[in-house]
């Protein structure tokens, strides 16, 4: 059922504005916190001026706003059914947490989307590249699964 | 006053992607730990859905013609479909794939795709927020990196697989949604318990 929803409201999505994307999200963020530290980056690199203005500062923004909206919604629904709850990770955990992340943002770049827009966005709008992008993210996912089972047997020997 | 309208369309999208995904919880990330591990693939065969959901619709709005006439952004001349076909000038099916895998184990690594990291931030988890930090962090390091060389922002127009092979897209879609449909019967047969 959430799988032909989230089908449904991504078409009227494309429909009226563009599919949902969240890569942007971290561009934006990251953007952002270069504004407030170095102002000056952005007139200095034409790569980062051109993310900044025009088309692709409209397409980046929009696709952030989707992001903070995934989050506001999250917390909308998580709030009123009694689910949010601070939950603080362990030391472990938050290093995992961290890496993980950086090792997303590296196949991000080379992918040229996340898993969203490449198998949510790209993939129904028939994308070739694509193809090649989802079957690397389910053999990533298959090496990362028997890493994570081959750490907890190593805890558990210890 | 487009781009505001565009804006708010765009946050009501993300709040309704963020309550679905924080209701079904369904993130790739566990859907793919779920069938590897548990041989449990249900989470799995909603993305599959989803994607099939999605490309029959996707190819019914583009080519009924209700995306060139109802789409905001192409009326402040934006394609929002050329946005994704467009890529690197030097990027190859290898890098990709390769791309793919990195991000694949990193997603698990941190316990969760990038929707997923974002709908945990929406209910509280802390690690999400250092996911999205080293998420962050990766990405400014590598546009810094890229933005010091010197690389241009250039994007080379790309095409569907219909365009590419010349053929009626009714056609690929329906071939597309038969493998979906494949692949949700076979999962169902010999990836549970």
Same mark, same amino acid.
């Given at each position: 059922?959430?799988?032909?929803?989230?089908?449904?409201?991504?078409?009227?999505?494309?429909?009226?504005?563009?599919? #949902?994307?969240?890569?942007?999200?971290?561009?934006?963020?990251?953007? !952002?916190?270069?504004?407030?530290? #170095?102002?000056?980056?952005?007139?200095? #690199?034409?790569?980062?001026?051109?993310?900044?203005?025009?088309?692709?500062?409209?397409? !980046? !923004?929009?696709?952030?706003?989707?992001?903070?909206?995934?989050?506001?919604?999250?917390?909308?629904?998580?709030?009123?059914?009694?689910?949010?709850? *601070?939950?603080?990770?362990?030391?472990?955990?938050?290093?995992?947490?961290?890496?993980?992340?950086?090792? *997303?943002?590296?196949?991000?770049?080379?992918?040229?989307?996340?898993?969203?827009?490449?198998? !949510?966005?790209?993939?129904?709008?028939?994308?070739?590249?694509?193809?090649?992008?989802?079957?690397?993210?389910?053999?990533?996912? #298959?090496?990362?699964?028997?890493? *994570?089972?081959?750490?907890?047997?190593?805890?558990?020997?210890? | 006053?487009? @781009?505001?309208?565009?804006?708010?369309?765009?946050?009501?999208?993300? &709040?309704?992607?963020?309550?679905?995904?924080?209701?079904?919880?369904?993130?790739?990330?566990?859907?793919?730990?779920?069938?590897?591990?548990?041989?449990?693939?249900?989470?799995?065969?909603?993305?599959?859905?989803?994607?099939?959901?999605?490309?029959?619709?996707?190819?019914?709005?583009?080519?009924?013609?209700?995306?060139?006439?109802?789409?905001?952004?192409?009326?402040?001349? &934006?394609?929002? @479909?050329?946005?994704?076909?467009?890529?690197?000038?030097?990027?190859?099916?290898?890098? +990709?794939?390769?791309?793919? +895998? +990195?991000?694949?184990?990193?997603?698990?690594?941190?316990?969760?795709?990038?929707?997923?990291?974002?709908?945990?931030?929406?209910?509280?988890?802390?690690?999400?927020?250092?996911?999205?930090?080293? @998420?962050?962090?990766?990405?400014?390091?590598?546009?810094?990196?890229?933005?010091?060389?010197?690389?241009?922002?250039?994007?080379?127009?790309?095409?569907? @697989?219909?365009?590419?092979?010349?053929?009626?897209?009714?056609? +690929?879609?329906?071939?597309?949604?038969?493998?979906?449909?494949?692949?949700?019967?076979?999962?169902?047969?010999?990836?549970?318990?």
């Amino acid at each position: 059922m959430a799988g032909i929803l989230i089908g449904v409201v991504n078409t009227v999505s494309l429909t009226i504005v563009k599919p #949902y994307s969240l890569s942007s999200t971290v561009v934006c963020f990251f953007l !952002l916190i270069l504004f407030l530290v #170095y102002p000056g980056s952005i007139e200095t #690199y034409p790569l980062l001026y051109s993310m900044t203005h025009g088309t692709s500062f409209t397409i !980046l !923004l929009i696709a952030a706003i989707m992001g903070v909206g995934t989050i506001i919604g999250s917390f909308i629904a998580a709030k009123t059914t009694g689910n949010f709850v *601070m939950r603080r990770p362990v030391r472990d955990q938050a290093i995992r947490s961290f890496v993980g992340g950086m090792l *997303m943002s590296l196949g991000l770049f080379l992918a040229e989307a996340c898993n969203i827009g490449n198998i !949510l966005t790209k993939l129904p709008l028939l994308v070739p590249f694509s193809i090649f992008a989802t079957c690397g993210i389910a053999v990533g996912a #298959y090496i990362g699964v028997r890493f *994570m089972l081959w750490l907890s047997r190593r805890r558990v020997m210890r | 006053m487009v @781009i505001l309208t565009i804006s708010i369309i765009a946050l009501v999208t993300g &709040i309704i992607f963020g309550v679905i995904f924080q209701r079904s919880q369904l993130d790739m990330s566990l859907a793919f730990n779920e069938a590897f591990t548990f041989k449990s693939p249900k989470r799995l065969m909603g993305i599959i859905v989803a994607v099939l959901t999605a490309t029959i619709l996707f190819s019914f709005v583009i080519y009924a013609g209700a995306v060139r006439n109802l789409n905001l952004l192409i009326g402040i001349g &934006i394609d929002p @479909i050329m946005v994704y076909t467009a890529h690197a000038p030097s990027l190859t099916p290898v890098i +990709i794939f390769v791309g793919g +895998i +990195i991000f694949g184990f990193g997603m698990l690594l941190a316990g969760g795709g990038l929707a997923g990291t974002l709908f945990r931030i929406g209910e509280g988890y802390l690690a999400s927020i250092l996911t999205f930090l080293g @998420i962050g962090a990766g990405v400014g390091l590598m546009l810094l990196l890229a933005a010091i060389q010197g690389a241009p922002m250039e994007r080379l127009p790309g095409e569907t @697989i219909p365009e590419m092979l010349a053929i009626d897209p009714i056609l +690929i879609v329906l071939v597309f949604s038969a493998l979906y449909l494949a692949l949700i019967f076979l999962i169902k047969k010999f990836g549970t318990r």
